[in-house]
């Protein structure tokens, strides 16, 4: 019998882990994704998270999982994907809000460095909305009435970015509402045409359903729409500023490259199916596809605004 030389079979340890993990990451994904949504259902960020995972579920070939977890102005969810398992397999879609805002403004268990950027979906310009039977008819009504603290502005949650930016445009405006505060927009524009709050501030996915239905009214957005091309713009009342939302899926620091390849390609695929490009019409949001490299100088610079904004506000 020959005798099997078995040197040529030891494999070094750091070499066999490094090729179990290439092995792996090759692999991926070979189970369910899940996506954190830190805020109610049926709001901006759940809409524009459920679309876009249908959609690369075809090409990643593996349930892409939608899961809410609301509370905390998104710092319950956001917090529970940066302690996550860096693999790949949970995710967050992630927003002005929580990623930008919540860090300056709150003590959040987080940071933006918590997170790598994968791709950017969707921006959405934020509104100021009434009820149909409102009489508040036109921004310079609201304004008038608003300064003795008189209405109230419904928004999803005291350090989101509806709040933040709501505020800035109070100042600017030089009006103050009293602020109710909800888990997500659309919780907020339920409020809203249910009587039990005067306005609320929200992105068209949240907004869109009930001005098409009748139930509620555009005082003012942040840029001009198709959809609504008589709604005045806040640079019409010298309200100048980015007054917009954006829906985007981060990991938590220290993905492989392999999975952010993997997402970022399958993503720019989806972006390019008529259908997706529908849906996301249909409930308001822009396409507004960009990787995470191209995205990320963006973020940094309204990051140090924010925190900018925050330290102006405790002064």
Not at 94 to 122: Q, R
Not at 245 to 270: C, H, M, N, R
């Amino acid at each position: 019998m020959k005798k099997f030389n078995k040197a040529l079979t030891v494999i070094p340890t750091s070499l066999a882990i490094s090729l179990a993990s290439s092995a792996a990451m090759a692999a991926y994904p070979n189970k369910p994704i899940n996506v954190i949504v830190p805020w109610g259902a049926g709001g901006d960020s759940d809409l524009t998270t459920r679309i876009w995972a249908k959609a690369v579920e075809k090409d990643l070939g593996v349930p892409v999982v939608v899961i809410n977890k609301s509370g905390g102005g998104g710092i319950i969810g956001t917090s529970y994907v940066a302690r996550a398992k860096k693999d790949g397999y949970t995710l967050i879609n992630a927003g002005l809000s929580n990623m930008l805002v919540t860090p300056n403004f709150s003590k959040a268990p987080y940071s933006f460095d918590s997170f790598t950027p994968i791709v950017k979906m969707t921006s959405v310009p934020l509104g100021i909305i009434v009820s149909e039977d409102s009489p508040y008819n036109t921004f310079e009504k609201f304004v008038a009435n608003a300064k003795d603290n008189k209405i109230t502005l419904g928004s999803w949650g005291a350090s989101s970015s509806g709040t933040i930016l709501a505020e800035i445009i109070a100042k600017e405006s030089g009006y103050k509402p009293r602020y109710v505060n909800a888990k997500s927009s659309a919780e907020s524009m339920v409020s809203l045409v249910g009587g039990h709050i005067d306005s609320a501030v929200a992105f068209p996915p949240a907004f869109g359903p009930h001005v098409e239905a009748g139930r509620a009214r555009i005082l003012v957005m942040n840029k001009k729409m198709a959809e609504y091309p008589n709604v005045p713009t806040f640079e019409d009342y010298g309200i100048k500023g980015s007054f917009e939302g954006w829906s985007g899926i981060f990991a938590p620091k220290g993905v492989p490259q392999e999975v952010i390849d993997k997402l970022t390609a399958a993503t720019a695929k989806a972006m390019k199916d008529p259908e997706v490009i529908a849906q996301y019409k249909n409930i308001g949001a822009t396409m507004d596809f960009r990787n995470g490299p191209e995205w990320i100088t963006d973020m940094k610079t309204t990051y140090d605004i924010m925190k900018t904004a925050a330290a102006d506000s405790k002064k």
